[in-house]
Structure formats: C-alpha cells, structure tokens
C-alpha cells in the first residue's frame, strides 16, 4: 500500500512539473506582443521624437497590459510546483 | 491556500516558504495572523513617516535648502502625472497616487535590505488592487449617478452585460497578480540563481539584483499607479 501511495505521488509530481513547464509557453504571447510594442514605439518616436515622453509612457502601459497573460502563466507554474493544489486532492482520494 | 511562496536555499536544498507567520491567532481570534508582510510594511511606513517628515520641515516660501527643493520635485511630478493622464478634474487623486507609488516602490526595494518583498504576498497586492475597485464603482457612481452607473454596464448593447460585469472584476485581479507575479520571480529567479551557483555567486547576481530588485520595483510601482488612474479616470459616465 505504502509503495501504491509513493508511486501515486510520484506521478501526480511530475506531471505537475510537466504542467508548470508547459504553462510557461505562454512566455511567447508577451515576448511576442511587448516586441511589436517597443518596434512601434521607436518608429514612432523615430517620426515624432517631441512626442518621446508621451509615446514612452503609452509604451510601458501597453507593455505591462501585454504581460498580464504572460503573469498568469507564471501564477500557475508556481502554484503547481511549489502549492500544488492536486497532491491535496490525491490525499483525498488516498484517504477514502 | 497558502498566500505567498518564497524561495530561499539551504544547505544544497531549495525549500519553499510563505510569509513567516510571527504570531498565530492574534487576540485569540483563530485564522487572525499576525505575518511578515505586515510587519515589513510597518517598517515602511515608518520609513515613510520619517522621510516626509524629514523633507516637510522648515519649509520657506522660497525654498532654501536643497531638502525642500526635492520635495518640491518629488510633489510636481505627481502632479504633473495625474494631470496629464487623468485630466485636471482629477486634482483630488494626486495625494492618494502619490501615497501609493511611494509605499509600493518602498516595499518592492525592501528586498534591498534582505526583508521579504511585501508585494511578493498576494494578499498585500489583491488589498491595494480592491482599493482601485472601490475607487472606481466610487467614480462611477458618483459621475454617473444610479441611472448612469446602472447604464455603464449594458453599453454599448445590452447583450455585453456579462462581459462588461467580468471586465470589472478582471481589471484588479490582472492589477494584483501583475504586481505580484513581477515582485515573486524576481525573489524565484534570484534565490535560484544562488542556488545554481553555489559558491561562486559574485557578479551574476549582483546584476539580477540591479534589473529585479530595482529597476523592476520602480518599475512595477509606476505601472500600478498608471494603471490605476487610467482604471479610474476612464470610469467616467459623464464623458
């Protein structure tokens, strides 16, 4: 039984860790979008250098907009591999 | 749920920690805790206090001394923000955007001193992100009136109404996890690069620290405060 509870567990961790590293893919979407966002700015800083405060702040905005997707991956990356949430429920399960 | 993680290497292991709870059930009350966020966040407050107290002193009409000069900078800047991102209507937002950016940026450079980051608790974030919440039904409210308020959220059609509703409640909980999520991998991202390098961490953190401990935090806490006014100020059913 007890060698049944470490193997159950062991499989529940690694597929967690499988999971938070496939979770973090999700890091292409912002790369991506804060790229296209920072390219943008400098042409248009590039056509409008007065503008430069402006078109800076509206960058860093839309970059901290393009991120949050990006965060979220990242919340549950960290929660699988350090609060993981399914080796309460094994336990659970285990227990009935 | 535990409501923070943090990372912090002993011995060849990484072991994983929430904030430290000092003291568990505060006044007898059960579930009351008493945790390291808070305690750091009274050092910052206190750190706070003594700045504005320090700067605010002797303070002439002309300014003098280079103490006053500086404060002036520091409020002009703030006033020059809300201004131009919220409009002049907003004049009243300036004291409580300025209390925000310097409590936020504070706590994000407690890493600094070697304390735990506050806004690395996601209890600390989710707090601050349902004080723009309530600021912005608040604006809402008080710009459009019952009628108004009510109007806002089934525009521009009707059907819109759940994903107006969603829209509100997404907006401060992307606010709390972004500042969040920033504050806690950079703590992740440092304790495994000292981990990784044992004992030839000499330079390659240093440098970590310089993007994540400083420039993110000054970072983050500007984006906070941009985000939020931006929330607010387009909370607006009069325009």
């Known amino acids: 039984m007890d060698e049944m509870k470490i193997l159950a567990e062991g499989i529940v961790l690694g597929a967690s860790a499988l999971g938070a590293g496939t979770a973090m893919i999700a890091g292409l979407g912002p790369g991506i979008g804060e790229g296209f966002c920072g390219g943008k700015a400098v042409e248009a800083i590039g056509r ?6 402006a078109i800076t ?18 919340v549950i990356a960290l929660l699988l591999l350090y609060a993981n949430p399914l080796l309460g ?6 227990a009935r | 749920m535990p409501t923070a993680l943090m990372l912090a290497s002993e011995g060849g292991g990484i072991t994983v ?11 007898g009350i059960p579930g009351l805790k ?34 006053q000069v500086a404060a002036e900078w520091i409020v002009s800047f703030f006033v020059d923000t809300v201004d131009t991102t919220m409009g002049k209507k907003y004049h009243r937002y300036r004291c409580y955007i300025m209390a925000l950016f310097c409590f936020i940026m504070i706590q994000n450079l407690m890493g600094l001193l070697g304390l735990r980051n506050p806004t690395a608790d996601v209890s600390v974030t989710g707090t601050l992100a349902i004080i723009t919440f309530c600021l912005v039904q ?13 109007k806002s959220f089934v525009e521009p059609l009707p059907f819109m109404l759940p994903f107006n509703i969603i829209g509100e409640f997404a907006n401060p909980l992307a606010l709390a996890l972004r500042l969040f999520g920033n504050m806690i991998a950079g ?9 990784a390098l044992g004992k030839l961490a000499i330079l390659i953190p240093a440098i970590a620290s310089l993007y994540f401990d400083i420039f993110s935090a000054v970072m983050q806490a500007y984006i906070f405060i941009m985000l939020s006014m931006s929330y607010i100020s387009s909370a607006d059913c009069e325009e």
């Open chain 1, 89 to 94: 429920k094994l336990g659970e399960y285990l």
């Open chain 2, 187 to 195: 703590t992740v991202i440092n304790a495994l690069i000292y981990f």
């Open chain 2, 138 to 150: 608040f604006n809402r409210g008080k710009t459009g009136k019952f009628k108004g308020y009510m």
């Open chain 2, 17 to 27: 920690n929430g904030p430290l709870v000092v003291v568990d059930n505060l006044f």
């Open chain 2, 34 to 67: 008493l945790t390291e966020s808070i305690i750091v966040q009274w050092i910052v407050i206190a750190i706070l206090l003594v700045v504005v107290l320090i700067l605010t002193r002797n303070m002439k009409v002309v300014p003098e001394t280079k103490r």
């Open chain 1, 57 to 74: 702040r509206t960058m860093i905005i839309g970059d901290a907009l393009a991120e949050t997707t990006g965060l979220y991956a990242l």
């Open chain 1, 48 to 53: 409008q250098p007065e503008a430069s405060g």
